[in-house]
């Protein structure tokens, strides 16, 4: 079972690299030249956003894959997760919005559950700590104890 779960996890974080990489080269080069579809540039023109931002998102779409790759950064993967997740319903939705087609947006989809897929099958060295802690344990790191319950508290005579 946990060797299914490893595999799981490395397809799909491959994937989601994958389409980071191409897609942040492909928004440092405008996508003039793409190997499927429209060009990015007049995609992102049709969707009303302007083109600088294919700049910025090819810069950190490619920095997002790496850090999804390299071991360690937990923190930094948790930002890359959560950053890619919006960034793909973000683009569902702008094409729900323009009316674009259907394929673009399932596929939009298809990789923010991918993302999804490959956060929650990361195994525990990629983590922050446990995410449900139970029979008493603490993902505190610090050893901070919770507050007690107001009923622990002992009643003021008045």
Known sequence: MMKMKVIGYWTTTAAVA????????????????????????????RLGYP??????LGVWKPLGAIALLVPGFPRL????YAGTF?????????????????????????FAILTVASWA??????TLGVLFPGDG?????????????CTDHPKKVA
């Open 121 to 126: 099958l990361r195994p525990q060295s990629r």
């Open 86 to 110: 919006i960034n793909m319903t973000g683009a569902a939705a702008s094409s729900v919005a323009c009316g674009d087609d259907v394929g673009n947006i399932i596929g939009a989809l298809i």
């Open 51 to 56: 083109a600088y931002l294919l700049k910025i």
């Open 137 to 149: 344990q603490s993902s505190n790191k610090r050893g901070i104890k919770p507050a007690r319950a």
């Open 18 to 45: 994958g389409v980071l990489l191409v897609d942040g080269v492909g928004g440092l080069l405008h996508g003039r030249v793409m190997l499927v579809g429209k060009p990015l540039d007049e995609v992102m023109e």
């Open 77 to 80: 993967k948790e930002w890359t």
